[in-house]
């Protein structure tokens, strides 16, 4: 990949659109020159190539907008970088960042739009995150560090004496180790995803379920077999109940009777003829207690009335006889205690008054006069009275409901008893009763039995009709997850294979990679160092990519050890060695690199680095550190120079054409 133009519009010190063109040389190698006094913007270069391919944060790139036109209210920047790529084709990539019409636009107000356009064709915007992917997987972001870099880069990698251990992650990811680490690790992902879930279904499974298939379905055979059998039974019994039936009642003229219904019969036989031993008893007892009197129950009324009139009549006699008497009283108190009357009568009129009394009393009421037939005390006139009471109240007048359900009970036990009278057949006869009785007793008690069996037997059928369809199911499904079971388990084996492998390449690989890692640091190491001739070797570490330096004796040699050109220089061969080996054909963008330099660390990486550093090596350089002699050094390797000129009134960045000197 070379890059070919680069656009800058509002950002930073760029606040108008600038285009930076990177042409090739004609032997297709090319050292671009751009130079820049401190503060022109050759940092903001690099950022922008970053920030185009890979995006950035909206605060970050809001801070960065340039501060008139964010004063105007423009917050808008972008970036268009130009590359062709190693197939020749071009892939142009325009990000930018705005705001839209808004008063005092703030960075969350900034909205990304990413373009890519492929050979002249735009990338539908549905296709953005795949392009995203794409600019990602082209120029991979962990390994840029190595190929855009600039002084604080070199100083990092000089200043510790294990930074390379820290870098490990990007180590790998230059030198293409990361890949393989990354496919590894999807292919365990991979596995367990496929693990979930994962029941293997061995022949072992499949043969236990078909057996149980096997057993339940001879079972089931034998269970209709049963079931035929007992229907067979069943109407054997049924036809031999029907033919002894029918021969019953030929010779009975009559239907025949279960032993249940004799025994029915002959239980209600029996309660009837208690039932009428009961009534009689009731019967007799009333008899015997109360019937003699209760026969005079028509008189009951008329003697009431004679001794009712037979003692108004004693009561009339008694007054008679007292009669004198009762006058005197009867006047006295016409007198006494005080008069009832407002004239006095004379005595002759009181001894008139008493005469009048006396035979009114005398004489009494005629009508009043009855025979003495019965001619009883009131004792026995009261006793009389209570019998005739208690006999009217007694239950001897139930004796007619209690006869009535005697006749009824007769006639229905004489019923009984004829219907189970068999007196009066021959002795032939009720032997062919009995038998034919007992036969079809038996035969309904079998057809009975068979009956249950049968449905019992059907309860059975249906239940292991069902249980083998379930097995059936279950057998089809072990089937399925069988052949699913048996790709799963062959892709779970693959998986392991092949990380199996991955592991060993990886290993071999870093070897490897490691091994070149070593050699091509040592040889730009040896172009660059100014006592190349007392280092022996540089080795690195296969899995901690700890570097050790070896002195001509064997000796380690502490990186702490080395002077600070030599550490910058070991940084130098480091990035030109990682570069090399990664085998990934991208630019080399190197921000002033040699400021915290000697001279003779600064002729060796003129001559020697910057030619060979890459097929483009783009440098942001100030006057001073590639001056007008390292210039005519590198002249025959440029394919062009550019130089940032600062306005510090305006605060804008132009871009001319030639090195400083050589604007045009």
Known sequence: MKFRKLSIENYKSFQFPTEIHFPDSENGKSIFLIGGMNGAGKTSIMESINYCLYGGKADEIFRAINRKEIAKGNAAVSFELTAELDDGSELIVKRSWSSGVIESPKAKDLNERLVVV???????????????????????????????????????????????????????????????????????YLKQEERKGFV????????????????????????????????????????????????????????????????????????????????????????????????????FDGIRQQIENERESLQGEAIKEHAEELAKKIVRVVEEPEPIYNERLSDEK???????????????????????????????????LQKIEELENSDVFLIKPLVEEKQELEVELKKIESSLNSGSATE?????????????????????RKTEQLRILEEDILSLEKKVREIEFEIEKLYEKHNVSKEKSDFINECDAIAGLLNQFIVRMRKSKVHLLQEKTFEMYKLLSSKSGLIKDITIDEKSYEVKISDRNG?????????????EVFALSLLWGLSQTSQLNLPIIIDTPLSRLDSTHRDNIIRNYFPNAGDQVIILSTDTEIDENYFKVLESHLSGAASLVFNHQQELTTLKTGYFWEEK
């Open 200 to 299: 293997e279904i061995s022949d072992e499974d499949l043969t236990f379920k078909e057996s149980e298939l096997k057993k339940e379905q001879a079972k089931y055979t034998r269970l209709n077999r049963e079931r035929d059998e007992i229907k067979e039974d069943l109407t054997a019994f049924k036809e031999q109940y029907d033919e002894a039936k029918k021969r019953f009642q030929a010779t009975f003229n009559r239907d025949p009777e279960s032993r249940d219904a004799i025994r029915e019969a002959e239980k209600r036989r029996i309660q009837t003829s208690n039932r009428l031993g009961q009534l009689e008893n009731e019967i007799r007892g009333l008899c015997e207690k109360s019937l003699p009197f209760s026969l005079l129950g028509g008189f």
């Open 428 to 448: 032939s006869e009720q032997e062919l009763f009995g038998q034919l009785q007992e036969e079809m007793e038996s035969c309904a008690t079998q057809i009975g």
């Open 555 to 567: 000796h380690e040699i502490k990186k702490s050890g080395l002077s600070a050109g030599e550490k």
């Open 118 to 188: 492929k050979d002249g064709k735009r990338v539908s915007v549905q296709n953005q995150q795949m392009w995203q992917d794409f600019i990602r997987a082209t120029v991979p972001p962990g390994i840029t560090q190595f190929f855009f870099f600039d002084g604080e880069k070199i100083q990092e990698i000089a200043a510790d004496d294990h930074s390379e251990v820290r870098l490990k992650s990007s180590l790998e990811a230059a030198l293409g180790i990361q890949n393989i680490n990354q496919l590894s690790s999807d292919l365990l």
């Open 350 to 384: 009181m001894v008139e008054l008493e005469k009048r009394i006396f035979n009114l009393l005398r004489e009494g009421d005629a009508q009043a006069a009855t025979d003495k037939l019965l001619n009883l005390s009131d004792r026995d006139a009261a006793r009389i």
